[in-house]
């Protein structure tokens, strides 16, 4: 059903014509429930610009539907062409846009987005964007910098800094639309004040690390452990000590030392207490007895001495022998954080994406798009010679657009050539988006085995492939290619192959 609604649609704008835009935003929006129908209203909004300027909200749509569909490579080539077909960005746009930054690791195009909201954001909008907020923070914690997530954690807390002193009228401006630094790059115009009524934001689920209440924006518990966990890991309690009595005094301490005693983690827990305390923050008695009973219970009895002279010389207690003659045992009052702490200690355990991988793409993102190719293959070398982790989706589509850009189509092909290396020795996966992207890159290059290639591979593991854009796509640029020869009339072995090859994706797209 959908390739059908969508064959018409293509039909129509072939012959010239657009359907109005409250009805084709209808049609889309049933197309894009599904993955499929996702895939071709994508693909028919890349044809529709030749033809006219659709409406922000139906890109909306179907940038929406990318996000769901994890199809975030898609979406990146959505968000260029909004700016290049001028476009405006309204307050979904931004947000939906800051999804697919996270799920492509592009940190500074996300900084820089969230810098420019700064004062921007009308009071009854703090709650939308706190979805921009949580997928900076999720950044910042890909790419390890928890100094950087504490900094956006401080921010978040002082939410009036964020928020517009006056709503008057919708002000717009310019965002690069890649590095910031490219003063030729593609600019999108954004007006972050324009949420309209009937707008779908396309993304269902809820901020993990921001939560939104009584009008002002915090952190979750998960954001907690994230910075916990990573403070602790580079040996930095200090600086997490300062962080905890800015977001939330002695109370967020308590619970912090509470969750760190319950996993064992004692010592930690009696830094954060003797931070606490130089900060001028007592903490209650209920507090030190439970590191106390920690200690006693991990027979630590050296450091439980120490913390009896210290509880003793604060006053908190007279008579150290009876007083903590019996200790009762309680439960960490914090269960879910406690539950989260023991997550990250776990994940942390497993292999993941490494930092360096995330800041090697965006060093290569930086360098396709300014065209500076010597650079950017150099990175693109560095990447793949990345211990125990193969390059991630990015690292490929990246270099695979710098180099269609510049018709480059023979080196494309040896791209392909690492990713099907990487997917055989280090269990790479690919997405549909990344290979529709090499065929039609090869298509347009006229590489038909390494086209028919693809399609196989597609086709095995169960993907799309877009018949209609390969047919229209081929027919652009190769409509009579060997069109009444056949092997035989070859004059070599290599040319009768490539005419085999073209005469299995004309039957295989219906081209007779």
């Not at 010239?16 to 071709?40: F, I, N, R």
């Not at 996270?102 to 900084?111: A, C, K, T, V």
Request: proline share 2%.
């Amino acid at each position: 059903m959908a390739e059908s609604s969508c064959n018409i649609l293509r039909t129509i704008l072939e012959r010239g014509h657009v359907l109005a835009s409250d009805v084709l935003s209808l049609v889309v929006m049933h197309l894009v429930k599904t993955e499929v129908g996702t895939c071709l209203a994508s693909s028919y909004l890349v044809q529709a610009c030749d033809v006219t300027k659709p409406d922000t909200a139906l890109f909306n749509l179907v940038l929406g539907s990318c996000v769901r569909f994890g199809f975030s490579l898609r979406g990146q080539e959505l968000i260029e062409l909004m700016a290049k077909v001028h476009v405006v960005a309204d307050a979904s746009s931004i947000v939906i846009m800051s999804c697919v930054f996270e799920m492509n690791g592009m940190r500074d195009e996300l900084r820089k987005l969230k810098e420019d909201l700064v004062g921007q954001v009308p009071p009854q909008h703090l709650r939308h964007y706190r979805h921009l907020f949580d997928n900076l923070l999720s950044l910042e914690f890909k790419f390890d910098d928890v100094a950087s997530a504490a900094r956006l954690v401080l921010d978040l807390c002082k939410s009036k800094d964020l928020v517009s002193g006056q709503n008057l009228g919708f002000d717009s401006f310019f965002l690069p639309v890649g590095s910031h630094h490219i003063k030729s790059g593609l600019k999108i115009q954004i007006t972050p004040k324009l949420l309209q009524r009937d707008s779908s934001l396309g993304v269902d689920t809820e901020a993990r690390f921001v939560s939104y209440e009584n009008s002002k924006l915090g952190i979750t518990n998960k954001t907690l452990a994230k910075l916990v966990y990573g403070y602790k890991r580079h040996g930095n309690l200090p600086e997490l000590s300062k962080l905890l009595v800015s977001v939330g005094g002695s109370k967020l301490c308590a619970q912090v030392i509470d969750a760190c005693v319950s996993i064992g983690w004692l010592e930690a827990a009696h830094d954060i207490l003797d931070d606490t305390d130089s900060a001028g923050h007592t903490m209650e008695l209920d507090t030190y007895r439970k590191v106390l009973f920690g200690y006693y219970k991990s027979n630590m009895f050296r450091n439980a001495e120490l913390l009896l002279k210290q509880m003793t010389k604060a006053g908190l207690i007279t008579d150290p022998p009876n007083e903590i003659m019996v200790l009762p045992e309680t439960e960490c009052k914090n269960a879910e954080l406690r539950a989260l702490l023991a997550e990250e200690i776990k994940a942390g355990e497993q292999m993941k994406v490494p930092n360096m991988l995330y800041e090697l793409n965006s060093s290569l993102h930086y360098f396709c798009k300014a065209k500076m190719q010597g650079d950017a293959v150099t990175t693109y070398r560095k990447i793949q010679k990345v211990k125990i982790f193969p390059p991630t989706l990015q690292s490929f589509w990246i270099i695979i657009d710098m180099y269609s850009s510049l018709s480059k189509y023979r080196e494309i092909t040896v791209v392909w050539g690492d990713i099907k290396r990487n997917m055989a020795s280090r269990d790479l996966e690919v997405t549909q988006d990344l290979l529709e992207k090499l065929v039609v890159n090869f298509l347009r290059g006229g590489y038909f085995e390494r086209v028919m290639e693809v399609i196989s591979y597609m086709k095995e593991k169960g993907m799309y492939n877009d018949l209609t854009m390969y047919k229209n796509e081929y027919l652009k640029l190769h409509k009579n290619l060997y069109r009444n020869l056949r092997a035989s009339d070859a004059v070599t072995e290599a040319q009768a192959q490539r005419i085999e090859h073209v005469k299995a994706f004309r039957k295989f797209v219906g081209i007779v």
